[in-house]
């Protein structure tokens, strides 16, 4: 296994009303232009006839203090409870697809998806970014990148989550001359 992994929240369905949202680890990017991103679900899961049908999803990076909503998320069925309701996080409605995105998390990721590839246990949503929605407490006014630093994400690694650790070095900095 390859870990850390980022723990997030996908929330999906076609709008605030008929949504669901569920933990997934199995995530990353993979292409920089156009920018693309994958989640990778299992079939049986009550979101994923929710995201085939509507073929996009949000991804919300979660923080430290939505770890207990994150893990609850993940092992609870949305067939069974209101998750929004129980967890208490708040959906708001998408900007670029019809699915919510969470107002909590510090940074939220709206997709469309382009392929979806069958692969054993999971089947791989490719998609490509469509809107970036991110916290303005988190934005550098200088640099205008997003300070993940600040924001406190979590990770998920063997079944435990842990707070994102400190930078310790920049792209290139290993090759930057005095």
Request: hydrophobic letters at 35%; glycine letters at 8%.
């Amino acid at each position: 296994m390859i870990y850390p992994l980022p723990a997030v929240i996908v929330t999906c369905g076609r709008d605030i009303e008929h949504s669901n949202m569920l933990t997934v680890a199995w995530t990353g990017t993979i292409c920089t232009n156009p920018a693309m991103c994958y989640i990778s679900v299992r079939p049986e899961r009550h979101s994923y006839p929710m995201i085939k049908e509507t073929m996009q999803f949000t991804i919300n990076l979660t923080t430290e203090a939505m770890a207990r909503a994150t893990d609850w998320v993940g092992v609870k069925s949305g067939r069974d409870f209101d998750k929004w309701k129980e967890t208490g996080l708040t959906p708001v409605k998408g900007v670029a697809v019809s699915c919510p995105y969470i107002e909590e998390s510090p940074l939220s990721i709206e997709c469309r998806i382009k392929t979806v590839m069958p692969l054993g246990s999971h089947d791989m949503f490719i998609a490509e970014v469509v809107n970036v929605i991110a916290d303005g407490k988190y934005i550098d006014p200088t640099t205008g990148a997003f300070d993940l630093g600040s924001a406190g994400l979590i990770n998920y690694s063997h079944g435990n989550y842990y707070r994102q650790g400190e930078q310790i070095g920049r792209f290139g900095w290993t090759v930057k001359k005095k």
